[in-house]
């Protein structure tokens, strides 16, 4: 994905880059030169990045979740991200399209990576974002979604699934965006917004 090395972001990364995100020449630059500065390397690693969301939310736990986000964006699967994987997340999840964040969000619950996502993988995503929601907030969520499983039965059965054919409740991306566009409820329920 470029020469991680380098002092200088290459013209086909930046011209890529410029052509898929919002950010300008010159954001992308002063992006490259902090990411420079931050990760040596040229590539940031899973507990450096679990770090960057320990200090996004003290008061809660986002462990779990910032490992889901890292593997949903570990785009070549290399267990690490590279400049252009990292700017590509950070355009996906603070002001990409309503489509584009639900194709993020969609490639998040699909833990397995295999197209489809199950009620077990909802429960798994559903219960890192959980952990992010300081206690205090917790004590004060609706009766049906005030424990992980209630969240995830909740946002499952906004989906209308029964078994298919193997016997297995799953959902195509196609089903999943459908799903929350439709439904206000299944939008909050895929996220956690701090109220602080």
């Known amino acids: 994905m470029g020469n991680a090395k380098s002092g200088a972001m290459s013209k086909e990364i930046l011209e890529d880059l410029k052509l898929n995100t919002k950010f300008s020449e010159n954001e992308l630059s002063q992006w490259y030169e902090n990411f420079q500065k931050q990760c040596p390397s040229g590539r940031i690693a899973p507990a450096d990045f679990e770090k960057i969301y320990d200090r996004f939310f003290p008061d809660s736990d986002a462990k779990t979740y910032a490992k889901h986000v890292f593997r ?57 974002i959980f952990k992010m929601i300081p206690k205090e907030e917790q004590d004060r969520l609706p009766e049906d ?36 566009m439709d439904n206000d409820n299944a939008l909050r329920l895929i996220q956690y917004v701090p109220t602080k």
Not at 106 to 112: E, K, P
């Open 72 to 128: 949903s964006f570990d785009a070549n699967d290399d267990g690490t991200l590279d400049f252009k994987e990292y700017i590509i997340a950070l355009h996906m999840t603070s002001g990409g399209k309503t489509q584009t964040k639900l194709e993020w969000a969609f490639s998040l619950f699909d833990v397995d990576k295999n197209g489809y996502i199950t009620k077990t993988e909802v429960s798994e995503i559903t219960n890192a």
């Open 145 to 180: 979604e005030n424990t992980p499983e209630k969240r995830a039965d909740k946002l499952w059965s906004y989906f209308n699934k029964g078994e298919n054919a193997i016997g297995i409740e799953r959902l195509h991306e196609g089903e999943f965006i459908q799903g929350v």
